[in-house]
């Protein structure tokens, strides 16, 4: 709630009118699936690297030994999928809520004013 005091009346209503437009073509957008993607990848290149390296010499041996390296790639896309996926619908219900906020302090204080003589 802190970062909608910070915004000016403005871009409070730039922001209601453009979420009470586009609200739903941003459930589907791509923009934050490859953001999230990307993390993912980020997370999965970073656990080769660091097998790779042989930082940590056993869990290097164990991961040679019973970990082939299919099931590695697979689990990395995985994770990927889900932190892209994740990662947008946290974006969307994040922009929904401050829509709803936004939109009830609006009503209360068009309530309030039309209250006052």
């Not at 915004?7 to 941003?26: G, I, P, Q, V």
């Amino acid at each position: 709630m802190n970062y909608f005091r910070r915004m000016s009346d403005a871009e409070k209503e730039t922001f209601l009118a453009y979420w009470s437009k586009n609200r739903e073509k941003e459930r589907t957008s791509l923009r934050p699936f490859l953001v999230g993607l990307s993390a993912g990848l980020a997370i999965g290149i970073s656990v080769i690297l660091i097998l790779e390296s042989g930082w940590y010499e056993r869990a290097n041996m164990v991961s040679n030994a019973r970990l082939s390296s299919f099931v590695l790639l697979f689990a990395i896309v995985l994770i990927s999928l889900f932190m892209a996926f994740f990662y947008r619908k946290f974006r969307w219900e994040m922009q929904e809520q401050q829509y709803h906020e936004l939109l009830a302090a609006k009503r209360k204080k068009e309530k309030n004013e039309t209250k006052q003589p």
